[in-house]
């Protein structure tokens, strides 16, 4: 007998999480803002090397700049996300902040327009905007998202099933981003205006793509009134800390974030100098994502994974994954099919801290209220944004601190490394991040939600 299908209840504020259904086109429009927000990211990554081979700026200089940069991330971070949580209006409380997806591109495009001035304007034009760009518009995507879901979709299966849906959306958008990126840089990146004709080619369509959801996905999930004297959401900036430091897991989290993100940076920022002088074609560099479109098959079985073996195994598993990985790449030098298969090994260790952040980002809201009767969420979600920025800023300033000093030369002009500087860049390129996928691994033993969880999502619903 054929079963008529079951109509979406999703946007009925009565809905339960027990009997959730979603719209077909919900996952699709979800999708859509993290896509424009993590091929900003893969642009992001090229900064360095624009700043100094087409901006001529010393390298060094560059490395401590993007460090300095994150000292204004330390004062905005936790602030924002106390500000979210904050917000009441019609839309919402995270679903107005959307609108940073488009001054994020923006941005984007004014930071590789940088003027002719001379190297004091210059770099005081690319502090600020980098600034601009990762201090306010970033931390209110990366922090609002997780607050959006939350209030939007219900069932822990139904969130993890979009997220997964997301990410590999993304990954896969990623890839072919990251692959044409090089090809676009040899055809257009030989002169500035051709920088910034490359971020216009990306900001355009992705700013209109990234906005849709704003405009079609409402908040429904009535977390503040369902239970006001069980679940305390407002709350002083004091309180808030408080609660942050009393929540383990999320201080847990960010530590993999930080050491996650800045293996990330560190290999995507060095891969443009790595094809460049060690094999002698910037080009060949679109080949190293190329496996990296395979990934996204991992994340259909994301969902039915999660409540195999728990989240924190996923985090787990999938670094030793990354250790196996970057060891591989290490281990047989400049051969390009070892590159590719290290490649596709990091690429899918680095899937659940990175791709399904918002996941562990959720669990730690639920955990930080279990424990302390606090429901602290833009300020958890602005942490964990926080602890990845100062990842990616991590793995910049290692890139331009240590090329630096091993005498890497910046000029446009240069046909040919020290053999220290092209030692670095191997380094940088594969044993760095080894070692931070090791750290990572340590710190991620100890995020244990998956033993608690069963009790700490009964104790919610009977508070609730």
Do not use: H
């Amino acid at each position: 007998m054929n079963r008529k299908k079951q109509k979406s209840n999703w946007a009925d504020p009565a809905t339960t999480a027990e009997n959730e259904r979603l719209s077909g086109w919900l996952k699709w429009v979800w999708t859509g803002r993290g896509l424009a927000f993590c091929i900003n990211m893969v642009l992001m990554m090229q900064i360095t090397y624009y700043c100094t081979d087409l901006l001529g700026l010393p390298v060094s200089l560059v490395g401590t700049l993007l460090l300095a940069s994150k000292v204004v991330d330390a004062c905005t971070d936790l602030i924002f996300g106390y500000v979210i949580d904050r917000t009441r209006t019609r839309w919402g409380k995270a679903r107005p902040y959307e609108v940073f997806i488009a001054l994020l591109w923006i941005g984007t495009v004014l930071l590789f327009s940088v003027p002719d001035f001379g190297i004091t304007g210059k770099i005081v034009y690319v502090f600020i905007l980098y600034t601009l760009v990762n201090s306010a518009c970033a931390t209110f995507v990366m922090a609002s998202d997780p607050v959006y879901m939350s209030r939007t979709i219900r069932s822990e299966k139904n969130k993890m099933s979009v997220t997964a849906f997301q990410a590999a959306f993304i990954l896969l958008g990623s890839t072919v981003a990251a692959m044409c990126l090089p090809q676009m840089i040899k055809i257009f990146g030989t002169e500035k205006s051709g920088w910034t004709l490359i971020a216009l080619i990306f900001a355009v369509p992705l700013t209109i793509i990234g906005s849709i959801r704003m405009f079609t996905v409402k908040e429904v999930v009535p977390l503040d009134a369902a239970n006001p004297d069980a679940v305390k959401t407002t709350y002083s900036v004091k309180e808030g800390m408080a609660a942050l430091g009393r929540n383990k897991m999320i201080l847990i989290l960010c530590a993999v974030c930080v050491l996650n993100n800045a293996i990330i940076a560190v290999t995507q920022s060095t891969a443009g100098y790595y094809f460049k002088w060690v094999f002698g074609d910037i080009g060949m560099a679109s080949l190293v994502s190329l496996p990296s479109m395979l990934t996204p098959v991992v994340l259909i079985f994301a969902p039915a994974l999660s409540r195999k073996i728990g989240t924190g195994n996923m985090m787990r598993y999938g670094l030793i994954a990354a250790i196996l990985g970057y060891g591989i790449r290490m281990a047989f030098g400049t051969n390009l099919v070892t590159i590719m298969l290290g490649s596709v090994l990091a690429s899918v260790g680095m899937i659940p801290a990175g791709t399904l952040l918002s996941i562990y980002e959720m669990e730690c809201m639920d955990y930080g209220e279990w424990k302390t009767g606090v429901r602290v969420e833009g300020m958890i979600t602005s942490g964990a944004g926080f602890a990845t920025k100062v990842g990616s800023a991590l793995g910049s300033g290692l890139l331009g601190i240590l090329m630096g000093a091993a005498g890497y030369v910046s000029s446009e002009t240069a046909v040919v490394q020290s053999e220290s500087a092209i030692q670095m860049i191997k380094i940088l390129f594969n044993g760095i991040p080894l070692i931070l996928a090791v750290i990572a691994t340590v710190c991620a033993m100890f995020y244990t939600i998956d033993r608690t969880r069963n009790q700490m999502q009964a104790d919610l619903a009977k508070k609730r």
